[in-house]
C-alpha cells in the first residue's frame, strides 16, 4: 500500500489540482476551509450543514493523498 502512495504522486497532483480546487474561482476547497475557520460572512446561513462536510471531504482527499505520497517519498530518502 505504501508503495502505491508513493509512487502515485503524479496522479495525486492532477487530481489535486483538477478536483481539488474545483470550481476554479474561487477554489471551493478554500471557501470550505474559511468557513471553518471563522464563517461565512457571505451566506445567511450558518455553520455547516452535513453537504458541506461531504463536499469538503471530496475536494479535500485528492489534496490529503498528495501530501502523504510526498511526505512517504521524502522519508523513504531520508532513511536510505
Not at 471563522?38 to 463536499?55: E, I, P, V, Y
Request: aromatic share 14%; hydrophobic share 50%; net charge positive.
Amino acid at each position: 500500500m505504501r508503495t502505491k502512495l508513493k509512487n502515485n504522486w503524479k496522479f495525486f497532483l492532477i487530481i489535486s489540482l483538477t478536483l481539488g480546487l474545483a470550481p476554479f474561482n474561487p477554489p471551493h476547497l478554500l471557501g470550505k476551509i474559511s468557513w471553518i475557520m471563522g464563517g461565512n460572512a457571505l451566506s445567511k446561513k450558518h455553520g455547516m450543514a452535513l453537504d458541506d462536510w461531504f463536499d469538503l471531504f471530496l475536494h479535500g482527499t485528492p489534496w490529503l493523498l498528495l501530501f502523504t505520497a510526498i511526505t512517504l517519498n521524502i522519508f523513504s530518502k531520508i532513511k536510505k
